[in-house]
């Protein structure tokens, strides 16, 4: 593994069904980051972790839960989903959490739901 | 509120110079990144600014200034795989960032 993975690449969901979007990094990065990208809106941060067992609320974390049980793995979970949660989920990470630091993307889930 | 603005969608001419401006409103500042997002794939790192004026990077380049809360990258000689869209994404103070909506770049021949 180089840099960010994450699982599945998209995903077709009934609404009510429960999801977890997978997200694995080896740069052993301290932070990481989820966001949804929708047309229009740009990213838009819905759960970050800034290091191994703390988690924090982004800008929409509403339907989201997330945990950081390791350095490497970021899962986020849909406890029942909705079809407004329909969108690109981008999973990412960087080294800095005191200082501003580039952050590292994965290749996206496109999730949709019914 | 947090605010960063650019324009929707931009068109320019393979070998010409086009710049993507961005302005911003955000409760602090530690520095301001340009992405690069190809359609279907994840955003990429252009540049990072934290002092006002022009960083340069090959045919891609950035400029600050923070009293005016404005940036702009500017890209010269386009190439076709240029067209993307472009981020602009602002550090607040809590070191988060803080995304604009993207300026969609269309180069044609």
């Known amino acids: 593994i180089a840099g960010i993975t994450q699982a599945p690449t998209s995903q077709i969901l009934a609404a009510g069904r429960r999801m977890t979007l997978r997200c694995t990094q080896d740069?052993?990065?301290?932070?990481m980051y989820w966001y949804r990208q929708d047309l229009g809106l740009g990213l838009r941060l819905i759960h970050y972790?800034?290091?191994?067992?703390?988690?924090g609320k982004g800008e929409v974390p509403d339907g989201y839960s997330v945990s950081r049980a390791n350095t490497d793995d970021f899962p986020l979970t849909l406890a029942s989903a909705v079809p407004s949660q329909t969108s690109v989920y981008f999973c990412?990470?960087?080294?800095?959490?005191?200082?501003?630091?580039?952050?590292?993307f994965g290749p996206g889930t496109r999730l949709t739901v019914l | 509120g947090q605010n960063i603005d650019q324009p929707t969608e931009m068109t320019a001419t393979e070998g010409a110079i086009v710049q993507i401006n961005c302005t911003y409103q955000?409760?602090?500042?530690?520095?301001l990144f340009w992405y690069q997002q190809h359609a279907g794939e994840a955003p990429t790192f252009l540049s990072y600014?934290?002092l006002d004026g022009l960083e340069e990077k090959g045919r891609f380049s950035s400029f600050l200034s923070r009293s005016k809360g404005y940036s702009y990258l500017l890209l010269k000689e386009l190439q076709m795989k240029d067209s993307a869209s472009y981020l602009c994404?602002?550090?607040?103070?809590?070191?988060?960032?803080?995304w604009g909506a993207g300026t969609k770049l269309i180069i044609k021949p």
């Open positions: 990412a990470s960087s080294d800095g959490t005191s200082r501003p630091s580039e952050q590292f």
């Open positions: 740069m052993r990065h301290n932070a």
């Open positions: 972790s800034n290091t191994a067992g703390t988690t």
């Open positions: 955000t409760s602090g500042f530690n520095g």
């Open positions: 600014n934290v």
């Open positions: 994404a602002v550090s607040d103070s809590n070191y988060q960032l803080i």
